[in-house]
């Protein structure tokens, strides 16, 4: 429980920094970030540039493609999971993120291919303007609740299933705390059978 609640702070860091980055803008661009300042973040970061034909991976952290079990820079977001309307629904997050220039707090249950037992996600959404360089982008963490076992059994980038369990925008350091918390006191329930 101590590793998630730590893991959890990265959503709580991860928007002290887009914050701080984007000064009196609405949002900050790529370029305003420096990778040196997040080291600790980066194996739970995902950097998303929206492009003409979608959304594409432009760099994908080692502990998602730990979770993921293969690495997704330059694919197409979404291509390897399912059914469409949960793609659909992940992207309308970041749609809503860049229309909106502010975060968004997403919940998701993954299933593997095999079927084993769903695996809880939280991600934290961050929009990043285009500038003379760069096309819009998303910078998000994420983090993922599983067991070793399962990880070593499955691929979770094959096809898995998933679903949308929430998304709440979020204006203030306060929301990603209190949404932290809560995602992680529900996946910590004990489950009714």
Known sequence: M??????????VELYRYWDSARGERATPTRSNLDP?????LLPFIGLIERRKEGYFWRLIGTAIVDHFGRDLTGERYGIRFAPASFVAEAIKSFDLALEQEAPFFDEFDYRSPSGSMPQAVSRLI????????RLPMIVHTRIHRFSNELLRSSCLANQAGGELRDRHPVSSLADVHRRTE????????????
């Open 2 to 11: 101590a590793g998630s609640v730590v893991m959890l702070s990265h959503h």
């Open 36 to 40: 040196i300042d997040i080291v600790h």
């Open 126 to 133: 961050c929009p990043l303007s285009a500038d003379r360089s």
């Open 182 to 193: 809560e995602w992680l006191a529900r996946i910590s329930e004990p489950a009714v059978a």
